[in-house]
């Protein structure tokens, strides 16, 4: 049985308290929050406090609390050698206060804050300063059916970086098409299976390898037809970056997509 | 039952012969291509020619040849009066000859050659240009299990073009984040989980409300430091116009990320 306390009271702290909840193995013995009115709904379920000076032993302390407050909460605890892990994405593990042993837990995932989440879908990156610790943040993630890699700060940084690209930025990529279609009365719905489809293929085969279209094809035509579709001037910018894009890693073309070309 | 000729050999003709050929309500009476070879190897389940002279009686016609071939290959049908359609997002109806009368049938999803596709996860845009073919356009969508949408030329143009922005872009930014976590030795399938979650949240509620992360939160730190770790120039120039672009749309702010900044 693996003990836990919890600090923080955001979606990734909610969603892993409710996992860890209905874990056989893990044992959540005290959440802490600043605010304590945040967390109090679920004082029936679990020991709840707002003064760090109360805080429970533990086998691990879960520090799931915003990128900028990390350190000084770490600072803060009234405890030594005990293990402290932050959940975040970008912090640095170095950032934690040395008085205890360090470490990360950090789910590489969207959360919604009312959507149930299934952590067999939820990658655990876990990182520890002190080696021996690295078995108890894998069978931590073990408990909740995750999977868990080892991977360092500057790793997991990049790998922060890559969640914006696939996770913000393609869903404004969504968002643009609802646009697009929206102008045009069309339903969004139309659009789903493919978003699904797409988001599939990878799954199996490179993102290199999946790739199809205009672009790719340098079908100049139809790549003209769709700027002068576009109405806004960003959605247009959008369009010839990501064209572009398409065709260095393909080697579709050497020339960009010129003013010239555009007002054939 | 629906009696279909066939004409052309790609990734969209193959499909579709097979779902219909798999359809109870649907009999394909034959095959045309123009190099014969193509599709021999289905000679034994239906009628294939080379010859549009050749051609048999039918209930459509359908043209799934590349956009460029379509209104060539409809003038030289030797016959009239016979429903035609094309299988194109971007062509116009118009430009099947007017001999025969006109129809879409454009499948809004993509395809892999080797893969089988679930046509019921294919919505179907149909057209007419005698309103009476819409009935049978219809039936035939729903012989292989395809919800049909009734749509006219431009807005089966904005669905093409948006399908570029939610399958071909969107699987670029895929492969921006397989190049940049390969750079760092770090598994692509983390991320997976993630590129499944970001398609799966848009099927119940808008890309607007699934929207997060550093750009809608105008987290500047994360953002000047996301800009610092990309290597390339390409890179930094797109995660600087959809940081732009999720700020226009959520009105997070009014200043463009400047040269100044991203110095600091």
Same mark, same amino acid.
């Given at each position: 049985m693996i003990s836990v306390v919890f600090l923080g009271a955001g979606n990734v702290a909610t969603h892993l308290y409710k996992a860890f909840q209905n874990a056989? =193995?893990?044992?959540?013995?005290q959440w802490y929050n600043r605010t304590k009115s945040s967390i109090s709904s679920y004082g029936n379920t679990v020991a709840i406090t707002d #003064? !760090?000076? #109360?805080l429970k032993s533990a086998d691990i302390y879960i520090l799931a609390v915003s990128d900028d407050s990390i350190a000084k909460l770490s600072r803060k605890l009234?405890?030594?050698n005990r293990l402290v892990a932050h959940t975040s994405?970008?912090?640095?593990?170095?950032? !934690?206060? =040395? =008085?205890n042993q360090r470490a990360v837990f950090y789910p590489l995932q969207t959360f919604s804050k009312d959507a149930n989440v299934d952590f067999s879908q939820v990658p655990i990156c876990i990182q520890a !300063?002190?080696?021996?610790n690295n078995k108890l943040l894998k069978d931590l993630a073990k408990a909740i059916n995750s999977k868990s890699y080892k991977i360092n700060t500057e790793q997991r940084q990049t790998l922060h970086l890559s969640a914006v690209f696939i996770n913000n930025f393609v869903n404004q990529l969504y968002r643009i098409a609802h646009e697009i279609t929206d102008a045009e009365h069309?339903?969004?719905?139309?659009l789903k299976p493919l978003i699904t489809e797409t988001a599939k293929k990878v799954q199996n085969i490179s993102p290199y390898m999946a790739q199809t279209g205009p672009a790719k094809r340098n079908d100049k035509k139809t790549i003209q037809r769709h700027l002068k579709q576009l109405e806004s001037e960003k959605h247009k910018k959008i369009y010839k970056l990501l064209t572009s894009s398409i065709q260095d890693t393909h080697g579709t073309t050497t020339k960009p997509i010129t003013k010239k070309e555009s007002t054939k």
């Open positions: 056989e =193995k893990v044992e959540v013995v #003064d !760090l000076q #109360d009234p405890f030594e994405g970008s912090v640095n593990i170095h950032d !934690l206060d =040395k =008085k !300063l002190e080696k021996p069309i339903e969004f719905d139309i």
